[in-house]
T-cell receptor, first 115, second 113 residues
Framework: AQKVTQAQTEISVVEKEDVTLDCVYE???????LFWYKQPPSGELVFLIR??????QNEISGRYSWNFQKSTSSFNFTITASQVVDSAVYFC????????????FGGGTRLMVKP | DVKVTQSSRYLVKRTGEKVFLECVQD?????MFWYRQDPGLGLRLIYF???????EKGDIPEGYSVSREKKERFSLILESASTNQTSMYLC????????????FGQGTRLTVV
């Protein structure tokens, strides 16, 4: 069965600090997709990134970067020079090839960025 | 822009009432989902539908049912609301291909008293 674990329930940083959100997953499939979503206080989940199991290349998008390592079943998310607007709950999710695009979510990490 | 719209942001219902949560999407997505969000538990899948009149149970279907009579609309039904169903409910939709992201509605915070 698939499982996603976000061990950090809450993180607090001061603006301009770098912060890494951890995500560890379990799956028996060789073909799967990993996602990160952001949930701001307004409540609506916003898609950030998608990675397939065959592409371990790290990705950078502005202040955001993602580190996918199959050897450790991890898909970590780093925010560089954090800003107050980054304050949100962040979810990591997994979709398996045999699961019809159903997403399994981790418990979420609440990030608080203080000015 | 993809739009997933949930009919209510906040609802307060009494124990034993039948409750309908409505969700509409405008991107012709085949898949639609209902999730429940509780602190520390993340999002848990209640039901999903991959086509009109088709439905599959998710991880926590007990106490819920769904209806999908039209492609754009997916309803979640609480047959007899109970206090342990107080939660945030999130609807999502996506294309059937697993490599596409799901789009979410703004959520309905349901309180059962």
């Amino acid at each position: 069965a698939q499982k996603v674990t976000q061990a950090q329930t809450e993180i607090s940083v001061v603006e301009k600090e770098d912060v890494t959100l951890d995500c560890v997953y379990e799956t028996r499939d060789t073909t799967y997709y990993l996602f990160w979503y952001k949930q701001p206080p307004s409540g609506e989940l916003v898609f950030l990134i998608r990675r397939n199991s065959f592409d371990e290349q790290n990705e950078i998008s502005g202040r955001y970067s993602w580190n996918f390592q199959k050897s450790t079943s991890s898909f970590n998310f780093t925010i560089t020079a954090s800003q107050v607007v980054d304050s949100a709950v962040y979810f990591c999710a997994l979709s398996e090839a045999d699961a019809g695009n159903m997403l399994t979510f981790g418990g979420g990490t609440r990030l608080m960025v203080k000015p | 822009d993809v739009k997933v719209t949930q009919s209510s942001r906040y609802l307060v219902k009494r124990t034993g009432e039948k409750v309908f949560l409505e969700c509409v999407q405008d991107m012709d997505h085949e898949n639609m989902f209902w999730y429940r969000q509780d602190p520390g538990l993340g999002l848990r899948l209640i039901y999903f539908s991959y086509d009109v009149k088709m439905k599959e149970k998710g991880d926590i279907p007990e106490g819920y049912s769904v209806s999908r009579e039209k492609k754009e609309r997916f309803s979640l039904i609480l047959e007899s609301a109970s206090t342990n169903q107080t939660s945030m409910y999130l609807c999502a939709s996506s294309f059937v291909n697993m490599n596409t992201e799901a789009f979410f509605g703004q959520g309905t915070r349901l309180t059962v008293v």
